[in-house]
């Protein structure tokens, strides 16, 4: 059974940076694209960030040169460090996991970002 449990949301100043983490679980971490997307209140989820088996990346315009996302696939964790925040990056943050093979795609519960003064 596949699982994704994201961590280290929280509240954060603007201008402010937080690290979030994802851990995959009954898995083989190397076959999947990994990505972040978030979704604020009344609004669709969108996608933030994604990073493939082979390390290539993409980013939402909105996010370009503020934050990077990395895997580590002997620790089957995908991060998201995010710089200079701002209060338009309050959302939820989820996690997700595509398998290169068949394209089976799975979630993470998410975890919350609030950036606020």
């Known amino acids: 059974q596949i699982q994704l449990v994201e961590s280290g949301g929280g509240l954060v100043q603007p201008g402010g940076s937080l690290r979030l983490s994802c851990e995959g679980s009954g898995m083989r971490f190397s076959n999947f694209l990994m990505g972040w997307y978030r979704q604020a209140p009344g609004k669709l989820r969108e996608l933030v960030a994604t990073?493939?088996?082979?390390?290539?990346?993409r980013y939402a315009d909105s996010v370009k040169g503020r934050f990077v996302i990395s895997r580590n696939d002997a620790q089957a964790r995908v991060s998201l460090q995010m710089n200079s925040l701002k209060p338009e990056d309050t959302a939820i943050y989820y996690c997700k996991a595509v398998a290169n093979r068949n394209g089976a795609t799975y979630w993470g519960q998410g975890t919350q970002v609030t950036v606020s003064s």
């Open positions: 990073i493939t088996s082979g390390e290539s990346t």
